[in-house]
């Protein structure tokens, strides 16, 4: 899903952390699993899309979607994600 994230020009970095260790209840059945954390740095007006594409590509059948707007950042960084998803 990463490199279709970056391929398909919605994200400008996908960041992988591996080792989440979540435990949730899922259907009344409590779930302890091993799960990655995707972080996909990209620009606001993609977020539609962005999202569907996750939950259409996510093996969960309610994938945590979650978006930040930073208040803050580089600008010269800003410049670089708005090119790379445009």
Not at 53 to 76: A, N, R
Request: glycine letters at 4%.
């Amino acid at each position: 899903m990463a490199h279709l994230l970056i391929e398909n020009r919605l994200a400008a970095c996908v960041q992988l952390q591996e080792g989440i260790h979540s435990i949730y209840r899922w259907d009344g059945k409590v779930c302890d699993e091993k799960e990655v954390l995707l972080s996909a740095k990209t620009v606001a007006d993609k977020w539609i899309e962005i999202s569907q594409f996750i939950k259409s590509h996510h093996p969960y059948d309610l994938p945590e979607v979650l978006g930040f707007h930073p208040e803050k950042y580089e600008e010269q960084y800003g410049k670089w994600v708005q090119a790379e998803v445009k």
